[in-house]
C-alpha cells in the first residue's frame, strides 16, 4: 500500500431504531480504512468502539449474522440504498459505486424496509418462515424409517431444483420488489420458487395441488409485477423469474383442471 | 394463508375479514385482468392504429395510386361503421377497458416503483407499465369522449364526423382538424397513444410469463423481440396518424361541412348503417331510430356552448 | 409449568439437534427446539463437501461400511471409541437414503443416480454432495421436516432464545433448561424429560475461524460449568485451505482438492511473479511430492501442518503466509460442481478461481472434543466386508450419547465421539445426523422410561434458583461499572489461542497462553457492557458468552499441555511421535473450583489396533 494517497478513514451512517415502537433516528461513525473490508467488519468495528463523529458515546448496532461467508442469509440489510448481505458488500464496491464514505455523504446502512424493525438493521423475518408453512414446503415422506432410495432423478431436474434449493431466506428478494410491502399480503419470490422446488420433486409433487390452490390466493402468483428485481438482487442467482414462469403455468393448469374436473 | 380459506382480496397482511366473491375467485379476476387487456382492448388498438395510419399513407403519391380509392381511411371507416351490432363491440369494448382499468388501479395501488434505487431494465418497464396505464386510461377517455361522444371539455371541442350533412366523406378532414386545433392536442395524441402501445406491448410480453407461456430468460428475451416488433410497428402507425392529420390539407368545402356539423352536430348520430341521420330543426323531438347522443334538455345547451367555445379555438 | 407427558428440549437446531427433532416427534413425544438463529439459518449450512457412505458402486470396487470405519479410525489416530464409529458407518447407506427420499438435491450421473466424489482420507469414492453447498441442503432437508411436524403442532421452536444453563435437580438429574429470549431478555426456565445439547463448535474462541459467528462454544461450557465433563477438548482440526479475511476466514472446501484442485507453491522462493506466468515445471506441489497415494486428499490435519510448514520455510506465495490452491486446469463441468465456492472466493476477494489460483492458508474449522458421552455397547450381526469382531450401539438404548448428568445429552459436533484425532472430510454431516437419527430414540426411551423422576415434579424452588442465577449474572453485567472493553479481551483470547494452540503447539508457547487466558479471565471481572438496555442487547449475549470462551480455552489448554504426544491435529514437535502408553486415552477434562481438572479414561480398540499413521508419505 502506497502511504501517501491510501485513504484513512471512511464514514458510515447507521440508521438506529432503539426498539419497534420508537423513531428512528441515524449515527455517524468514522472507521479506519482498510482494502478489502466487508460490511461486517464496519459494524464490528463500531461494536468494539461505538463513538459517534461527534464524540457521543453511543451503543454497538444491533444486526443479525451468522455465518459471514453468505450462505446462512442472516445478515441482510440496506447498503447505500441497495439490499444485499452485508458480509458480502465491501467497503471499495460501494464507495466505487456511490461515491460514498466522505463524512458529506457516508456509506448508509439501513434495515430493510420491508419487515418490521426489531432493532436498528436487525428485523423479523419471521414470515417468510411461515409462508413456508402455508405453501407446505416439505416432501412428504412416510417416515424416517428405512425405505430404499428416493426417487432417480435427471441431472437437469437435479440441477434445477439445486438452484431453487440454495434459497436462503434471505429476503433480498422481497425488499427490491416493488409489489411486495411490509402491509401487503404478497408472498413474493421467495415462495415462488420453494413452491417449484417441492413441486419439482417426484414425491413433493404429491401436494403439488395444495399448494397450487395457496398461489391463487390473494397475495400469490398473480400478485407479481414482473419488475424482475428479484432475480437481479438474489446473491445465489436463483433462477427465480423461470419459477415464477413455471408456477405461473402450474396455476393456470391447475385452475383450469379443477374448473372442469374439480369436486368443489 | 392456507389452502382452506382464501385470503381477503383488500391486499392487507392484517386483515381477517371473510372472504369476499372477488377473494374466492382472485386469480380468475386476475387471469380475466390480464385477457381483457391483450385481446379485445389490445386487438381492437392494432386495428384502430392500423387503419389511422391510412391518413398518411394515402398522402403518399404512389400508394395512392396503388388503390382506386382517393380515400383509404373513409373507406375504412365506412366499413367499420357498417358492421352490424357496433354497439354491442362498443359495448363489449367498454366492458373489457372498464373492467381492466379498474383492477389495473386497484393492483396499481398496492405497488410502489423503487427505480431510484434498482435501476434495472425491467424495473423502469414495470413503473412504466403502471404509469402508462394511468395514461391510456385517460387518454382513451378523453379521446372518445370528445371525438366520438363530442364532448365540449372547456373549450376543446373537436367531435369526429363520418360524414357531412349532406353525407359527403368527412373522415379524413374532421380528423385533421381535430388534431390541427392545436399543438398541444397533437402531442396529447401522441403521447397517449404511444402510451397505449408501449402498455399493450409491454403487457403482452409479462402476459406470456404470467400465463406461464415464457419460462426460461432466453424464451422471454425472444418474447421480448416479438413484442417490442409489435410495439414499434404500433408507434410508427400512430407517429403516421398523428403526422398525416397534420400534414393534411383540409379543403374549404370540408371545413364548412365540419363547421356546419359542429354547429348542429350535437344531433347527430350515426345509424349502424353508417349514414348520419337528417338534420333536426331547433327543438324537433328526435325519432326512435335516429336519436341524438344527449337527452332532449342538455342538447340545446350543449349547442350553445360549443358554439361560444369552439369558434376562437378554430379561427387559427 | 405442570406437565405429564413427557417432554424433550433440544439446544440447537442445525443438523444434529433438527434429525433428533424429527426422530422424537416421530415418536410422537413433543419438542421444544431452541436456537439463537432461526434454524435455517445454522451453522450446518456452512459444510462445503458432501456426507460419507458405502455406496453400491464403491462397493463393487472393495469398498465396504467396514472400510469406512477403518478409515475413521486411522484418521483419528485411533483417539476414538470404536462401537460408536462401527454404528454411525453402517448406517450411513441407509441416512443417504433417508436423505435423498426427503428431496435433498444431491447431484446425480446421466442415469439419473446419486453422483460420488473423492475426498480426503480415502482411495475410493464415497462421498454423496450436492453442488459444494452439501451441508445447506442437508440442513434445508431436515428443516423442512421439522416444519412439517412443527405445522402438526408436535414441534415448539424458540427462535432466537439464548440457552444459558441446564437445570438440575438434587438428583444430579437435568430437567430442562434456563434460556432466554434474544429480543425481549426475557428469562425463563423450561422443563424437560430429556435435554440434548447440539450446539456445534467452539471457533469463536480461536477468534477467526471457519466457523460462525455463533459458534462460541458457550452452550457447552455452560454445560461443564455445571458439571458437565469434556472429552478431548484439545482436539481442534486447522481446515488446510480457508479464504483469510478481515472478520473471518472463510471456507474453501476440500471438495475443491476432491474434484482434482492442486495445492502448489513456486519452487523458487519469494517468486513474486504472477502465479499463470510460472511454467509448470518451476511449480511445487508439495502434498502430491510426499504423499503420493493420497496427494492433495490427505487428512486435514497433515495438509495443514505441510502448508504451514512449507510458508514457516518461506515457501510460501511471495514470501507471504499463503499457498495457491488451482482448480483453473479442471475441466467446465467440474468446475459447475463447485460453483457455490468459488464464486464466493470471487466475491470475498475479487479474483475468478476459474483462471487464477486460489490463495489459501489453514484456519481453525472443527472441534473434535467436547462433552463427553457414554453409550451401550452390543454386538452386532457382520455384514459383508465386515471384521470378526462387530460391536456397534445397543439401538434405543437410553444412555446413547448421554453425558455424565443424566438426561443431559449430546448430539453432533459438540459430542466428542467418532473423530478422535481429527476428522476426515465429510463424516461431520454424517456424524450430526446420525446421532439425531441413531440416538432420537434413547432421548424418547430416556424421557419415557429412563428418567429418575419425571419434570414436571421437580420442585418449584429449584427452578428459581436457576432462573435467579442467570437473572444476577445479567443484572451483575449490566451493572458493572468496569472499563474492560469484551471485544478487546475476545480479539487477544483469539489471538493468544492461535498462535499456541492451532497447527504446532509447544509446551512453553501453550504454558504462555494459559497465563493469558488467566489474565484475561482476571481482566473479564472488570469487564464493561457499552450497552445496558434490556431490549435485544447483543453486546450483554455477547460478554457473557465471553466468560464461557474463556473457560472453555483454558480447558483446552490444559490437557493440550498435557498430552506430551503427537496425534492427529494435535502436534507436539516437542514430542513428534504417537505414544499410546499412555496416551491411548481420552482426556476427560471436569471443572472444579473454576479450574480444569485433567484425568483419562482408557479407550479400548475391540476391532481395528492401532497401526502407524503415515498416509504412504515418502520422505
Known amino acids: 500500500m502506497i502511504a501517501s494517497d491510501a485513504k484513512k478513514s471512511f464514514f458510515v451512517k447507521v440508521k438506529r431504531q432503539d426498539s419497534p415502537e420508537k423513531n428512528p433516528y441515524y449515527e455517524v461513525f468514522e472507521l479506519p480504512y482498510k482494502p478489502n473490508l466487508n460490511i461486517i467488519s464496519c459494524l464490528q468495528a463500531i461494536a468494539s468502539n461505538p463513538v459517534t463523529v461527534d464524540g457521543k458515546q453511543s451503543t454497538p448496532v444491533v444486526w443479525d449474522c451468522s455465518c459471514l461467508e453468505e450462505v446462512c442469509g442472516a445478515c441482510t440489510m440496506v447498503m447505500g440504498g441497495q439490499v444485499g448481505q452485508s458480509c458480502s458488500t465491501l467497503v471499495d464496491e460501494l464507495i466505487e459505486r456511490d461515491g460514498t464514505g466522505t463524512k458529506d455523504n457516508p456509506i448508509t446502512l439501513e434495515p430493510m424496509s420491508k419487515f418490521p424493525v426489531v432493532r436498528d438493521l436487525f428485523v423479523d423475518r419471521s414470515s417468510m418462515f411461515a409462508n413456508l408453512k402455508d405453501i407446505k414446503g416439505w416432501v412428504p415422506i412416510d417416515g424416517t424409517h428405512d425405505l430404499g432410495a428416493g426417487p432417480k432423478e435427471d441431472p437437469e431436474a437435479q440441477e434445477l431444483r439445486y438452484q431453487l434449493s440454495r434459497c436462503m431466506t434471505c429476503g433480498c428478494c422481497l425488499e427490491a420488489c416493488p409489489q411486495f410491502s411490509l402491509e401487503g399480503n404478497f408472498v413474493g419470490a421467495q415462495v415462488f420458487g420453494q413452491t417449484l422446488y417441492f413441486n419439482t420433486h417426484e414425491t413433493g409433487a404429491s401436494l403439488k395441488e395444495d399448494r397450487l390452490d395457496v398461489m391463487q390466493q390473494a397475495g400469490g402468483i398473480s400478485d407479481c409485477g414482473n419488475a424482475q428485481n428479484c432475480v437481479e438482487v438474489c446473491p445465489k442467482e436463483l433462477p427465480l423469474v423461470e419459477a415464477i414462469a413455471k408456477i405461473g403455468r402450474q396455476t393456470t393448469v391447475h385452475s383450469i383442471k379443477k374448473f372442469f374436473t374439480g369436486k368443489k | ?316 | ?619
Not at chain 2, 375467485?25 to 391510412?54: A, D, E, M, W
Open chain 2, 1 to 316: 394463508m392456507s389452502q382452506t380459506d382464501s385470503k381477503c382480496c383488500c391486499g392487507s397482511k392484517s386483515c381477517s375479514s371473510e372472504p369476499c366473491f372477488m377473494a374466492k375467485n382472485y386469480f380468475v379476476f386476475r387471469r380475466l385482468h390480464s385477457l381483457s387487456g391483450i385481446i379485445p382492448v389490445g386487438v381492437f388498438c392494432i386495428v384502430h392504429l392500423f387503419t389511422n395510419f391510412q391518413i398518411m399513407i394515402q398522402q403518399i403519391p404512389f400508394i395512392k395510386d396503388l388503390f382506386n380509392e382517393a380515400d383509404i381511411f373513409q373507406h375504412e371507416v365506412d366499413f367499420i361503421h357498417s358492421m352490424p351490432a357496433l354497439l354491442f363491440v362498443e359495448i363489449g369494448l367498454w366492458s373489457a377497458i372498464g373492467f381492466h382499468a379498474i383492477l389495473g388501479i386497484a393492483y396499481t395501488i398496492g405497488g410502489k416503483s423503487n427505480t431510484t434505487h434498482y435501476k434495472y431494465e425491467k424495473n423502469y418497464r414495470y413503473t412504466l407499465q403502471r404509469v402508462t396505464g394511468i395514461i391510456a386510461l385517460i387518454f382513451i377517455f378523453v379521446h372518445v369522449a370528445t371525438l366520438r361522444w363530442r364532448w365540449n371539455l372547456g373549450g376543446w371541442f373537436t367531435p369526429f364526423y363520418a360524414h357531412g350533412p349532406n353525407g359527403e366523406p368527412l373522415v379524413t378532414a374532421t380528423t385533421a382538424y381535430a388534431l390541427q386545433a392545436h399543438w398541444l392536442v397533437s402531442a396529447f395524441y401522441l403521447i397517449g397513444a404511444l402510451g397505449v402501445v408501449y402498455h399493450w406491448a409491454n403487457g403482452l410480453w409479462t402476459a406470456a410469463i404470467t400465463w406461464g407461456v415464457t419460462i426460461t430468460p432466453a424464451a422471454q428475451a425472444r418474447w421480448n423481440k416479438i413484442c417490442a416488433g409489435l410495439g414499434v410497428a404500433l408507434a410508427i402507425f400512430t407517429v403516421g396518424a398523428v403526422i398525416g392529420a397534420n400534414t393534411y390539407q383540409i379543403k374549404p368545402h370540408e371545413l364548412e361541412a365540419i363547421h356546419t356539423m359542429m354547429e348542429h352536430g350535437a344531433h347527430y348520430r350515426e345509424t349502424a348503417d353508417g349514414h348520419e341521420c337528417p338534420m333536426l330543426k331547433d327543438g324537433q323531438a328526435p325519432t326512435d331510430d335516429c336519436c341524438p347522443v344527449m337527452d332532449e334538455a342538455t342538447a340545446g345547451k350543449a349547442v350553445v356552448e360549443e358554439e361560444a367555445a369552439a369558434k376562437p379555438a378554430h379561427t387559427e
Open chain 3, 1 to 619: 409449568m405442570s406437565q405429564k407427558q413427557p417432554r424433550v428440549i433440544v439446544v440447537g437446531g442445525g443438523l444434529a439437534g433438527l434429525s433428533a427433532t424429527i426422530k422424537v416427534a416421530e415418536a410422537g413425544v413433543p419438542v421444544d427446539l431452541f436456537s439463537m438463529v432461526p434454524v435455517k439459518r445454522s451453522h450446518s449450512v456452512c459444510a462445503q463437501g458432501g456426507i460419507n457412505a458405502c455406496n453400491e458402486v464403491a462397493r463393487q470396487q472393495g469398498y465396504s461400511e467396514w472400510i469406512h470405519m477403518d478409515e475413521t479410525l486411522y484418521g483419528g489416530d485411533f483417539l476414538q471409541h470404536q462401537p460408536p464409529v462401527y454404528e454411525m458407518t453402517h448406517w450411513a447407506p441407509r441416512i443417504i437414503d433417508l436423505l435423498d427420499r426427503m428431496g435433498v438435491p444431491f447431484n446425480r450421473t446421466a442415469e439419473g443416480q446419486r453422483d460420488l466424489r473423492l475426498f480426503g482420507g480415502s482411495l475410493f469414492k464415497r462421498t454423496h454432495f450436492a453442488g459444494a453447498s452439501t451441508g445447506q441442503q442437508l440442513l434445508y432437508g431436515l428443516d423442512e421436516q421439522v416444519r412439517r411436524h412443527e405445522a402438526d403442532g408436535k414441534v415448539n421452536k424458540y427462535e432466537f432464545w439464548e440457552f444459558l444453563w441446564p437445570i438440575i435437580d438434587d438428583n444430579g438429574e437435568c430437567k430442562g433448561i434456563i434460556a432466554q429470549d434474544m429480543r425481549t431478555m426475557q428469562i425463563k426456565p423450561f422443563l424437560a424429560d430429556a435435554v440434548v445439547m447440539a450446539t456445534g463448535g467452539n471457533g469463536m474462541v480461536f477468534g477467526k475461524s471457519t466457523m460462525s459467528v455463533i459458534c462460541t462454544g458457550g452452550a457447552a461450557a455452560r454445560c461443564y460449568q455445571a458439571g458437565a465433563w469434556f472429552g478431548n477438548p484439545e482436539f481442534i482440526q486447522v481446515h488446510p485451505t480457508a479464504i483469510p479475511g478481515e472478520d473471518k476466514c472463510r471456507l474453501m472446501s476440500e471438495s475443491a482438492r476432491g474434484e482434482g484442485g492442486r495445492v502448489w507453491v513456486p519452487r523458487e522462493k519469494g517468486d513474486v511473479r504472477p502465479p499463470l506466468d510460472i511454467p509448470e515445471e518451476e511449480r511445487w506441489y508439495f502434498l502430491e511430492e510426499k504423499y503420493p497415494a493420497y496427494g492433495n486428499l490427505v487428512p486435514r490435519d497433515i495438509a495443514t501442518r505441510e502448508i504451514f510448514f512449507v510458508c514457516e520455510d518461506g515457501y510460501g506465495i511471495g514470501g507471504s503466509r499463503m499457498v495457491y490452491l488451482d482448480v483453473s486446469h479442471l475441466p467446465q463441468g467440474t468446475k459447475d460442481k463447485l460453483k457455490a465456492i468459488l464464486e464466493i472466493y470471487e466475491k470475498f476477494t475479487g479474483d475468478d478461481p476459474t483462471e487464477v489460483p486460489m490463495k489459501i492458508f489453514p484456519a481453525v474449522h472443527y472441534s473434535m472434543g467436547g462433552l463427553y458421552t457414554v453409550f451401550t455397547e452390543e454386538e452386532k450381526e457382520a455384514v459383508p466386508g465386515d471384521g470378526e469382531k462387530t460391536i456397534g450401539m445397543k439401538d434405543g438404548a437410553p444412555n446413547n450419547m448421554m453425558t455424565n448428568i443424566p438426561g443431559l445429552f449430546a448430539f453432533g459436533e459438540v459430542n466428542y465421539q467418532y473423530h478422535g484425532g481429527t476428522r476426515l472430510g465429510a463424516n461431520a454431516l454424517l456424524n450430526c445426523i446420525f446421532d439425531g437419527l441413531f440416538c432420537g430414540p434413547s432421548l424418547v426411551n430416556y424421557a419415557k422410561e429412563g428418567r429418575m423422576s419425571p419434570a414436571s415434579e421437580l420442585s418449584q424452588d429449584i427452578i428459581d434458583k436457576f432462573v435467579k442465577q442467570e437473572q444476577d449474572k445479567v443484572d451483575a453485567l449490566v451493572n458493572s461499572k468496569g472499563k474492560a472493553n469484551p471485544y478487546d479481551i475476545w480479539r487477544r483470547l483469539g489471538d493468544e489461542m492461535t498462535a499456541a494452540a492451532t497447527v504446532v503447539r509447544t509446551e512453553e508457547r501453550m504454558q504462555k497462553a494459559l497465563e493469558t487466558v488467566k489474565a484475561l479471565r482476571e481482566e473479564y471481572k472488570d469487564v464493561c457492557l457499552s450497552d445496558t438496555g434490556m431490549w435485544t442487547n447483543q453486546n450483554l449475549s455477547f460478554t457473557r458468552a465471553l466468560n464461557d470462551m474463556l473457560i472453555y480455552a483454558e480447558a483446552i489448554l490444559v490437557p493440550a499441555i498435557a498430552r506430551k504426544e503427537s496425534r492427529g491435529s494435535h502436534y507436539r514437535p516437542d514430542y513428534p511421535e504417537r505414544i499410546d502408553d499412555p496416551f491411548q486415552k481420552t482426556s476427560l477434562v471436569k471443572y472444579v473450583n473454576d479450574q480444569p481438572e485433567l484425568s483419562y479414561e482408557d479407550v479400548a480398540t475391540p476391532m481395528v489396533p492401532p497401526r502407524a499413521r503415515t498416509y504412504g508419505k515418502t520422505s
